[in-house]
């Protein structure tokens, strides 16, 4: 059984910085596609960031390009999203998601798509 569990989130000022933790277990982080979500109020959910698991690559939104960087550590089975220069506009619920990349579930238009596995979440709430 996959779980996935985030931690890290907080209230913090304009031009701040955060470290989201995402611990995750039951799969083989090789076979897997990993990366974060975030859903503001009103707002559809959109990735953020995530490393392939074609390639290994770290994709990020354009919104967040040179900002936000992604990074793991599977020994302790553990994603990072480190988020710099934050802005209000990136306030919302950050999910981490495992994601299966089982061609048949695969609906476009993410980096991370296939078959999720999502946490509950952690609020990150920037003020201006």
């Known amino acids: 059984e996959v779980q996935v569990v985030e931690s890290g989130g907080g209230l913090v000022q304009f031009g701040g910085s955060l470290r989201l933790s995402c611990v995750a277990s039951?799969?083989?982080?090789?076979?897997?596609?990993i990366g974060w979500f975030r859903q503001a109020p009103g707002k559809e959910r959109e990735e953020v960031s995530c490393i392939s698991s074609e390639d290994g690559v770290a994709h990020y939104a354009d919104s967040v390009k040179g900002r936000f960087t992604i990074s793991s550590d599977n020994a302790k089975n553990t994603v990072y999203l480190e988020m710099d220069n934050l802005k209000p506009e990136d306030t919302a619920m950050y999910y981490c998601t495992v994601v299966d990349p089982d061609l048949r579930y695969q609906t476009g238009g993410t980096y991370c798509d296939g078959i999720h596995y999502w946490g509950k979440g952690t609020l990150v709430t920037v003020s201006s």
């Open positions: 039951g799969f083989t982080f090789d076979d897997y596609a």
